[in-house]
């Protein structure tokens, strides 16, 4: 694929009214505890996340045309278990085929990862209706929820994906706090479960960072379906463009670069990246380690450049659209 084709293959968009108040209620906690005197939680709460809504992905659209993003893939994130019991939340049933509506709206420029904590006492049904979905590509699983990958009672789910040639986007990164279980996501634990089902197609989500960077690595080498995603890496290029690159020169040199794919994990809304500045910069950052920096040589070649930005996404999620 041409190097001028971006897919971004981790980003979100959501409505304050899909999130579980749970969930909301903990990142309240979250920010009452991040400075002092810290403040009362619910304070905090009717705030949480307003400033991250783009429910019809209008504003992710424009973001998309402006840093020239051809189009990207939701993984969408099952907390309706660990968000209860506190307040209302939309199931993920009915979560899921929120998604399907919009990326439908919008046709060609958006597609999604169904969420599914299989947990749910329905869950091979749940998994049943969101896999047909037409622009569903793949499930995200969220175990720092509560809940191991390799629990014999969830492992009808990989056999599953495994027989649909479906992709697991597996939330691989120590980031998250309460009230989720982060050391259920190592990707040690990622490593096991592709033990037991070896030609399960994996992408390890935000690939480890921060702490778990270079286990992730070495934790996918070698797989023949495992990928590294690096959405929210944009926090290292930002503080050390020259470390970003040195880490992708490893990844590059131990698994190859048909293994990397491009993610943001942006959120986008009228406080966070609204007009896409971000993500821009972000695709530039990555753009530039096909060109010299610093006195050391480019990390990609253009045709490197290529599959990171584009062909490996297509390949991993049957983005046939662009094949």
């Not at 990622?190 to 070495?218: C, K, M, N, Y």
């Not at 990246?273 to 050391?296: F, K, N, S």
Request: aromatic residues 8%; negative net charge.
């Amino acid at each position: 694929m041409p190097a001028d084709l971006v897919i971004d293959a981790h980003m979100h968009f959501w409505d304050v009214t899909w999130l579980p108040e749970g969930l909301r209620l903990a990142w309240a906690r979250q920010g009452a505890g991040r400075r002092y005197p810290e403040r009362d939680p619910l304070d905090i709460l009717p705030r949480v996340a307003t400033g991250e809504s783009d429910p019809d992905a209008a504003l992710t659209i424009s973001a998309f045309d402006r840093a020239g993003v051809a189009a990207g893939l939701v993984p969408v994130v099952d907390w309706t278990i660990v968000g209860a019991p506190a307040g209302e939340h939309l199931p993920i049933g009915a979560l899921n085929a929120r998604y399907e509506a919009v990326c439908t709206a919008h046709e060609g420029r958006l597609f999604f990862a169904a969420g599914i904590d299989p947990r749910h006492p329905d869950a091979r049904e749940l998994f049943e209706q969101s896999v047909a979905h037409p622009h569903c590509r793949g499930v995200k699983l969220y175990p720092a929820a509560g809940w191991d990958l390799r629990d014999p009672a969830h492992d009808w789910l990989f056999r599953e994906l495994v027989e649909r040639e479906l992709t697991a986007v597996i939330h691989c990164s120590p980031l998250g706090g309460d009230p989720l279980q982060v050391i259920r996501s190592r990707p040690a634990e990622v490593a096991a479960l592709l033990a037991q089902h070896p030609t399960l197609r994996v992408s390890f989500a935000h690939a480890g960072i921060e702490a778990w960077w270079a286990e992730a690595l070495d934790c996918a080498t070698g797989w023949q379906h495992a990928y590294l995603e690096l959405s929210l890496w944009q926090r290292v290029g930002e503080r050390d463009y020259g470390e970003l690159r040195h880490r992708v020169a490893l990844m590059r040199d131990q698994l190859g670069a048909h293994r990397l794919v491009f993610g943001s994990d942006i959120v986008r809304g009228t406080k966070h990246d609204p007009d896409g500045a971000e993500l821009q910069r972000w695709v530039d950052m990555v753009r530039d380690l096909a060109a010299p920096y610093a006195g050391t040589p480019a990390v990609l070649s253009e045709e490197e450049m290529g599959l990171f930005l584009s062909d490996n996404a297509i390949r991993l999620f049957d983005l046939k659209e662009f094949a």
